[in-house]
């Protein structure tokens, strides 16, 4: 048993009353690629020369693979994965011209985002410091083939090769994520690249006087109230609407528009998987790219539409002017057409409060030398007209995106549309590159796993990669005491049960939130892992108050609140986002997020930093470091079963059990995230577990670890933020459960408050003046 460490104080206190404490020797290996040297009985713990968040190769023995709902590396070990998006400037070209968009867009380049070559050792150490060394990285489409279909941007291809070949030197892993928000930057987010939509039929320059887009936040807009948000709306306009459609279902619905004889969602499919081809041949064969995700919150357009005079309010934003699609056919065809106008309300969300004629100049969508000769694509389809006799439009086929337009059968967006083409992604990605690369799926944003997921529509290594947002906080760009779970609202909750009161109900109300998100993935994939690819805090929330006092307390509670859920549901995480270009004034500078809880502004110039995992300069810039730098079992030789941290005194509780044989496996697996398997689990040739537990916490503190017992062995180390432990016992079942804290504790960030704690006090007294008016006017009658 180990009791000191060079680096920080360190104290074991060990106790294991109901846990076997007979001296078992390490299993028999059965089969295992590595052999880690903590299975000898004289191995002292932390003399492997890697820490607890180091993916590389040399940290994991070779490749990470899944099994079941769990990563686990080439020793068995259970991985919990926490990283980073890298990051949100990655949607703008690093010669990005707002006064000149949208013209010159072949000449872009995003060679240098997510930032430059030259400052990568900054901020990779940074990241590994913080223990955030698993990352989403995101490319666009654009940024690979801006200038033309089939024109590749060598450039950036190997701009991104050499950035990711630096990762394992940080012990770094990475899964590439294709990007796209609102189909494009030139429909109002970010994507695919500009001749995608010339080559449907837009005008560029024409989008926004016809409502087809909203631009004004890729331009630098979205930071006034008026028009914060307006961008998720964007979905629902005609460019990107459409956009979606053809790409999906164009053989389905939109079978006239060819691009040089081709079908539209052949073109479009076909350009976009060959753009993968050749990302995927660029950085596919890298140690640190673990595997790959096709798109971003894919959006399924006009499919699935109920009624062409309405979207649904349940599922799409509702904010200023949203013309329903037969309104936004008309605007886009060059019609004035009056649209009602939708504003921030309570309780709902929002309401209808006026309405405006649009597109008053009568500008096109369309071009006139495009592939629709300056028509609506749907009215080329017969899906609306213009009634030239009364000059008014006429809505022809009010079921079109519900039925197949020639068979009359009922189409869903996920089988008939969704998995022919992720399967055909999924050949083409795993036909140049190596086997083990894992694909990360995800849903339409906001909904639980499709039922629609069985095992016929799984593709190989396939992980579950939803997002997770509080809705509300995002919707109102607000956080306090009260929140909402809108999720449960979305879904027929009774109102009462979904709100919340202070920083106890936060942790309630994220933590069901998100547990139902993983859960819902259980049941309709079964044991495949789930890792929250998006979840993340507006640094701009409260109406940018932080900026000017600079005190940042309700983010740092939110992002507590949203880390503990996702913590209690044991899975992994990549937040939204590290962004090496945020500053206070313009944020992320792409329609009006700051999401980024690190400011280059308040940073360290690099003259100034050294790169250790110690190095305390590395934290200047950042923003709510407490709440996102926890400890976190990093890898577990067992199954982990429960983590708890608490932020306001550095203290955590963790529970693992050794696998048990696999003749001893239950019928059928639990979909909870709180029963996990314990059966079936690979071999362990490492009984070393590793928890990352950062530096900024231990400096100058006793680390008291409770728990183990007198034959179990463990070291801290601070230099490498890990609590290395070797437990004596290895018997199948064993469980084992740790209480780690510090002495002296810190200091509370906040106050972890509930509506109890807050006001029970007055609801007490209350009840006493309540009962003494009533006893009062009650005593005569017992004294008579």
Known sequence: MSSSSSDSSFILVGDSKDRETTPTPPQAQKSSTANHPSTNLDYKPGTSPTYAHDWSFQGTGGPLRTHGRHFVDAYGRVCNLRGVNLGGACKTPANDDNDAFPNAYQAVTFVGRPFPLEEAPEHLARLRRWGLTFVRFLVTWEAIEHEGPGIYDTEYLKYIRDLLSLFPQYGMSAFVSMHQD?????????????????????????????????????????????????????????????????????????????????????????????????????????????????????????????????????????????????QSFQLGAGHPTSVAFWSRSFPMPTKKTSEAVLNTEGRKAWRADGPTMGECVWAMHGVWGWDRNKDVAVALRENYFVKHPLTGKKIDWYTDFYFPFLQKWVGRVRSVSPPEKITFVEAIPNEFCPTAWTPEHHVPNMVYAPHWYDLNALFQKAFGDFSVNVQGLSRGMFPLKAFYWGQKGARENFSLQIRNIVEHGYQALGEKPVLIGECGVPMDMNKGEAFQTDDFTWQSRMMDAMITGLERSLIGFTLWNYNSYNDDEKGDSWNGENFSWFSRRRALPPSLLYYEQNAVSLDQGARILPAVVRPYPAKTAGIPLRFEYEMNSGSFEFEWAMPKDSDKASASASPTTSSPPLAGHPALTSYETEIYVPCMLTKGRKLLVHGLGPDDRCQYDENRQTLFIVPHNTNPGTKYRIQVSLNPPLKPAFELNDFWSDFGSQIMSLLVVVFGIVLYFLLPYFQD
Request: proline letters at 5%; a negative charge.
């Open 182 to 326: 609102v189909w494009s930057r030139y429909s109002g987010g970010s994507g695919a690249p500009a001749w995608t939509l010339e080559a449907a039929g837009f005008d560029l320059h024409g989008l926004v006087e016809s409502g087809a887009a909203w631009l004004a936040g890729v331009k630098g807009g979205g930071h006034v109230e008026e028009e914060r948000g307006l961008w998720p709306c964007g979905y629902q306009k005609l460019a990107a609407a459409t956009m979606a459609t053809c790409f999906w279902a164009g053989d389905t619905f939109t079978p006239k528009l060819l691009v040089d004889n081709l079908p539209i969602q052949q073109f479009l499919q076909n350009t976009f998987l060959n753009a993968w081809e050749v990302l995927v041949k660029a950085v596919g064969d890298l140690d640190a790219v673990l595997g790959f995700e096709m798109m971003n919150e894919p959006h399924r357009g006009y499919i699935d539409l109920k009624s062409l005079h309405e979207f649904d309010y349940n599922t799409d934003l509702h904010l200023s002017y949203v013309p329903s699609p037969f």
